[in-house]
């Protein structure tokens, strides 16, 4: 798929805890895999834990996965964003498009587009990451 099918596939798409389908729903990590394997990476779900709000699990579900991830010093295309939004825990990812721009969902949104170097999201970065079988 193109960049532009992509996105026209998944923007406006509403979110669902544990959501991995665009046509029914998709949470932070779903909407990465959907991106990932419409470009043909191999991303592993790790799932998502039983109940909203459990930022805990999130977060360690996250640590515990990131050797899975290769981190990157800065951001590419395509590549993984995450960000510390509550109580200094890791619980919420998105992909970065074009610089300054990425692609992401929040419960009680869609997926949408936004700035990373806006003065919301620029002071939640935790890294940039990488798939470490992405060449």
Known sequence: MTDKEILTELLGTSFKHGGREPGIGLDCFG???VIDRRRNIGTEDFGSP????????VHKMILKNKACFERLDKPE???????ILRKK?????????NWPY??????GTQVTIERLD???WKNHIEGYYKWKTQE
């Not at 295309?77 to 960000?83: M, Q």
């Not at 990425?102 to 419960?107: A, T």
């Open 31 to 33: 909407l990465g895999l």
């Open 118 to 120: 806006g003065d919301y």
């Open 50 to 57: 039983e109940k909203a709000n459990q930022f805990d699990i």
């Open 77 to 83: 295309k395509w590549c993984w964003v995450t960000f």
């Open 102 to 107: 990425f692609i992401h969902i929040q419960e």
């Open 89 to 97: 825990l890791v619980t919420h990812v998105g992909k970065v498009l």
